[in-house]
């Protein structure tokens, strides 16, 4: 945390005046927004030194490559911290949701898929144009041996675990030759490996790209097959061959293209990557006992259905699995998320306490008012306990702090115990005068103290600005 201060007061010239932890799935990484009158950076925090070194190196050569990536501006002289552009909190995973969620995508949404997948072989071949591979992180380029680990990983954390039964020689052949198949292409191509929604930032309505450390050099059809064929995306059949679409037409700025080998050879690793996806489902739902990933697992069988409708002659035995496990009646109904829900409520009070849908009955309500109230200041009357001048406000006063810090001990202890009890509901409200400002606040700061510590669902629903929204 020091060092990100340092870094910005010695690129900016000011003080750090406000630091907010943001949330963040790397279990070695920390990130933070830091904020000095006008000018906010982003700041990282990663113990892994080589990972760090990989996104510094591969990220300037991005930018002077002119892709949209954040600018790192400092690093501290041990590499293990720094500071880079803030391209805001528009995430195309979370603006997607509406489509994610019922299926059928806005002509706004398939826009900015579209703008997407048309991005990719620039970063493609322009990114790896001169990129020093051996910076990569943890391997320079896609290879045998990582293709096997993943089948491996399929094989042993799903397929065995799922009861469905195999003969392990010819499963192992067929690996063999699938594996050969995938990794004769070595152009200089780069692979970003982890390519999808919740590493794409939206700015000035502009895709732009974070999280690419992970990448090394490797063939065009992986990140293709990554993002179209996303388990929960639920992209229509004809909204996946317009990004494909989308893509050929921008690939074809880099490289002839016979579109019919391609198709071919993306169709092997859109095969690839849903075992692949399998794997990571089932070691988390079955070994780790999370069930939300296992609540997956339909989805990625339901596009394994689809590209089995025209089997892999190449890979008989396999083919023949695949069709097995597919058809296990388990796999065709979602599983449901069983997790608790943490239902978190801002409310006014004059308006009436919210009511309990769920029929659970328990839970809390917190009455904010006795917290200084930055509404009775004309200035912050058009403001919400989300903006940064509220939240200013109630920080800098204080008392927002410790009434919260009694909040967190009390529902920390409710929600371990219902987790314990596999109760799947719970319902937090805070209220206040207006339901604007310190409620709201409350209740935002609350979802994410929850969302670092708990493995749980959690919805904001924000009553009397008509908000509502999953974290």
């Known amino acids: 945390m020091e060092e990100l201060k340092t870094l910005f007061k010695e690129y900016t010239g000011r003080e750090a005046e406000e630091v907010t932890e943001l949330t963040s799935s790397g279990s070695n990484r920390r990130y933070f927004r830091l904020k000095g009158g006008a000018i906010s950076i982003i700041g990282c925090v990663g113990t892994s030194i080589e990972e760090n070194e990989a996104f510094i190196a591969i990220a300037k050569h991005f930018h002077e490559k002119g892709i949209n990536v954040p600018k790192v501006f400092a690093v501290t002289e041990d590499h293990r911290a720094y500071i880079q552009e ?20 806005s002509i706004f949404e398939r826009n900015l898929l579209n703008k997407t997948m048309a991005m990719l072989p620039k970063i493609q071949f322009k990114g790896g144009d001169g990129l020093d591979f051996s910076k990569c992180y943890p391997e320079p380029s896609f290879n045998a041996r990582m293709v096997e680990f993943d089948l491996n990983y399929f094989k042993y954390c799903f397929l065995k675990a799922t009861g469905c039964e195999f003969h392990e020689v010819k499963l192992q052949d067929d690996f063999d030759r699938l594996r050969d198949d995938l990794t004769q292409d070595k152009g200089d191509t780069f692979m970003y490996r982890d390519f999808q929604a919740r590493n794409v930032m939206i700015k000035d309505g502009e895709p732009y790209f974070i999280d690419f450390q992970g990448g090394r050099r490797g063939p065009i059809y992986y990140d293709v097959a990554s993002f ?17 679409s989308t893509y050929l037409r921008a690939l074809k700025g880099y490289m002839q293209v016979d579109e019919e080998e391609f198709r ?121 306990g989300r903006d940064p ?83």
Not at 397 to 423: P, T
Request: charge should be negative.
């Open 86 to 105: 803030d391209l805001g909190d528009e995430q195309l995973y979370i603006a997607l949701t509406p489509g994610r969620e019922s299926g059928d995508y």
């Open 228 to 244: 179209i064929w996303q388990a929960r995306s639920r992209y229509p059949e004809d909204l996946r061959e317009e990004l494909v």
């Open 264 to 384: 071919g050879k993306l169709r092997l690793f859109v095969l690839f990557r849903t075992l692949q996806v399998l794997g990571a489902y089932g070691f988390r739902g079955y070994f780790e006992k999370k069930p939300h990933f296992l609540a997956s697992v339909p989805y990625a069988l339901s596009n394994l259905r689809k590209l089995l409708q025209t089997p892999f002659e190449e890979y008989p035995y396999l083919s023949e699995v695949l069709t097995r496990l597919a058809n296990m009646p388990e796999f065709y109904e979602t599983v449901e998320d069983r997790r608790l829900e943490v239902k978190i409520y801002s409310f006014a009070y004059k308006k009436g306490i919210p009511v309990d849908t769920t029929g659970n009955g328990g839970g809390y309500v917190f009455d904010c008012r006795a917290i200084n109230n930055p509404g009775k200041y004309e200035h912050y009357r058009q403001f919400t």
């Open 389 to 471: 001048e509220v939240i200013k406000f109630l920080e800098d006063d204080g008392e927002v702090i410790g009434f919260l810090d009694n909040v967190y001990s009390l529902v920390d202890a409710h929600v371990k115990r219902f987790i314990e009890r596999k109760f799947t509901n719970l319902q937090v409200c805070f209220g206040c005068t207006g339901g604007q400002h310190r409620s709201v606040y409350c209740a935002e700061h609350l979802a994410e103290h929850l969302a670092h510590k708990f493995d749980i669902k959690i919805r904001i629903i924000h009553r009397e600005q008509d908000i509502e929204r999953i974290l």
